[in-house]
């Protein structure tokens, strides 16, 4: 699949911004998440929903980022409140296989690295830029 971002913008501390990721073909039966990255650190996982609607999330976006997709599962959505300046970074948006998201369950809690997630997400987005300032 192709992925493609939208959304990213400047916004204040204690701001919202909604991400999007629109694909080129129906994903509905694989994992989708969201992934980002700032400047001069690793990748991380940011939030994972699989085919059921089932959510994982990074400890550090718990109760301020919400994801989901549309009903027909054409677009995933990253829903982005009380932002933080340490939320600053390019949003990457992925497709992996339908295990893939067990395996961010996993990556959560501290028992898996990034080299055991990212693999398992074929398809991945050009990026889409939050910048968040105090």
């Known amino acids: 699949f192709q992925l493609q971002e939208s959304g990213g913008d400047s916004a204040q501390t204690g701001g919202s911004l909604r991400l999007s990721c629109a694909p080129n073909?129906?994903?509905?039966?694989?994992?989708m998440a969201w992934f980002r990255q700032a400047p001069g650190m690793e990748r991380e996982a940011v939030a994972s929903i699989d085919t059921v609607g089932t959510t994982t999330y990074a400890d550090s976006v718990k109760g301020r980022f919400t994801i989901s997709k549309d009903s027909a599962g054409h677009t995933m959505f990253l829903q982005m409140d009380s932002l933080k300046p340490e939320d600053t970074g390019m949003y990457y948006c992925?497709?992996?296989?339908?295990?893939?998201?067990?395996?961010?369950?996993?990556?959560?809690?501290?028992?898996?690295?990034?080299?055991?997630?990212?693999?398992?997400?074929?398809?991945w987005g050009q990026g889409t830029q939050v910048t968040v300032s105090s």
């Open positions: 992925a497709v992996g296989t339908s295990g893939a998201c067990i395996t961010m369950g996993r990556y959560f809690a501290g028992r898996f690295d990034l080299e055991d997630i990212t693999p398992r997400f074929a398809s």
């Open positions: 073909g129906y994903y509905g039966v694989f994992c």
